[in-house]
């Protein structure tokens, strides 16, 4: 059964990086077909696509963010990666780390669909 836990700092200041780890048990995140993916919530709105690795380490960014992110893995420690550059309060979420098939990731993200860590809450605030 695959576990996933997210961490980082609980606050960041305005034009920092943002970086979160997601650390995975159970299941190595070199496993064929799904795509190890960050997405966030920010306070009173939808889940939003951030990007996520494949088991090729090839990563793909959704639009909105692609110009500040990176994701990237530490297959000895079966982990991957974010980090968001130039925060500003509108990255102000809770980022939650998922394991995702491939379909899901052409969909609204759902929590109704993969394996999801319990999220950590990022504030941006100086």
């Known amino acids: 059964q695959v576990q996933l836990q997210e961490s980082g700092p609980g606050l960041v200041k305005p034009s920092q990086t943002l970086s979160l780890i997601c650390t995975v048990s159970?299941?190595?995140?070199?496993?064929?077909?799904?795509?190890w993916s960050w997405i966030r919530q920010p306070p009173g709105k939808g889940l939003e696509w951030i990007g996520y690795?494949?088991?090729?380490?090839?990563?793909y960014y959704f639009p909105s963010l692609k110009s500040r992110i990176s994701i990237s893995r530490d297959t000895s420690k079966n982990q991957f990666t974010l980090q968001l550059r130039f925060v500003t309060p509108a990255d102000t979420a809770v980022y939650y780390c998922?394991?995702?098939?491939?379909?899901?990731?052409?969909?609204?993200?759902?929590?109704?669909?993969?394996?999801w860590g319990q999220g950590t809450q990022v504030t941006v605030s100086s």
């Open positions: 159970g299941v190595p995140i070199t496993t064929n077909f799904y795509l």
């Open positions: 998922a394991r995702q098939s491939p379909e899901a990731t052409t969909r609204i993200p759902s929590f109704a669909e993969g394996d």
């Open positions: 690795i494949d088991r090729s380490a090839s990563t």
